[in-house]
Nanobody
């Protein structure tokens, strides 16, 4: 399976962006999906996760109340709506898939497949 992210860019503090991640293949609905990010000179960190049927979601404390993850299994796509963006949200954002039996995946090592990443820069 392969993933292609889009929707990144430059936005002012307080602004919004919507990231998309399109998956190839016919097994997308079998994966728990998530978004992680990596800022310069920092380790990759978990951001958000969603279960196979969208029934369960979870978020890093730093983005709760501002970011929303969703998926459309008919379109093989997972989304990350980011509102009230802050400069500290600046990072490369990666979508990722967990092929295990977990309902959700809240740590980076949980994930088996990764997209190539999309840059998000929050700056005035």
């Amino acid at each position: 399976v392969q993933f292609v992210e889009s929707g990144g860019g430059l936005v002012q503090p307080g602004g919004s962006l919507r990231l998309s991640c399109a998956a190839s293949g016919r097994t997308f609905s079998r994966y728990t999906m998530g978004w992680c990010r990596q800022a310069p000179v920092k380790e990759r960190e978990f951001v958000a996760t969603i279960s196979r049927n969208s029934g369960i979601t979870d978020y890093a404390d730093s983005v709760k109340g501002r970011f929303t993850i969703s998926r459309d299994n008919a379109k093989n796509t997972v989304y990350l709506q980011m509102n009230s963006l802050k400069p500290e949200d600046t990072a490369i954002y990666y979508c990722a898939a967990d092929q295990g039996i977990r309902g959700i995946a809240t740590t980076v090592p949980n994930y088996d497949y990764w997209g190539q990443g999309t840059q998000v820069t929050v700056s005035s």
